[in-house]
């Protein structure tokens, strides 16, 4: 059970799941903060992951869905405009990864979130895969983990921070930094 101190009392009280949903947050916004993100995946999923980006403050790029239709786009716009992190985001109803890649090559951003299909832009261009959605068939037991509600979201929220993390690894590894080890 984790503990936060109460109105600066010496005492504690126990979080619930939610609370420990926004102390993650909190704790990893300078992290996700203003990082540039390409969504792709089921219509629904997708508008789920573009607000939770938005609440992290990190920045869609790119949202496209195959199986997505106008009114849905219009959904995803309206989202966006509520944001200040949303602005020069593009919706792409109907469009496919083909089209996605092309949109990764011309205007390039810090991740992509989808399913293992997602593996070959990642090669092709080189943008970190966070892999969340349906199907993910190259990590084993990887879909008996939530994705909504507050463990679902701890649980995405980790997904984001581990692939952060690891492209950060990835830059700094030859310069003999390493932010995962204490010495």
Not at 50 to 62: D, I, Q, R, T
Not at 70 to 94: M, N, R, Y
Not at 139 to 149: K, N, Q, S, V
Request: aromatic share 10%.
């Amino acid at each position: 059970m984790t503990y936060r101190w109460a109105c600066g009392l010496p005492s504690v009280v126990p979080l619930g799941q939610r609370g420990q949903l926004v102390d993650a947050i909190a704790d990893s916004q300078a992290h996700l903060h203003g990082k540039r993100y390409a969504i792709f995946g089921d219509p629904d999923l997708v508008l789920g992951m573009v607000g939770f980006l938005l609440e992290l403050g990190a920045e869609p790029a790119h949202i496209v869905s195959t199986n997505g239709n106008e009114e849905w786009a219009a959904k995803v716009q309206t989202l966006l405009d509520a944001s200040p992190f949303g602005k020069g985001c593009h919706v792409h109803p109907k469009k496919d990864l083909w089209h996605l890649r092309s949109l990764l090559f011309t205007e390039p951003v810090d991740f992509l979130i989808g399913s293992s299909h997602g593996k070959f832009l990642e090669r092709d261009c080189g943008v970190p895969l966070v892999r969340i959605g349906f199907p993910v068939f190259d990590r084993h037991h990887l879909h008996r983990f939530p994705i909504w509600g507050y463990e679902g979201g701890l649980r995405v929220l980790v997904d984001l921070l581990d692939e952060h993390f690891e492209a950060l690894d990835a830059r700094t590894v030859d310069k003999g930094i390493s932010f995962d080890l204490a010495r």
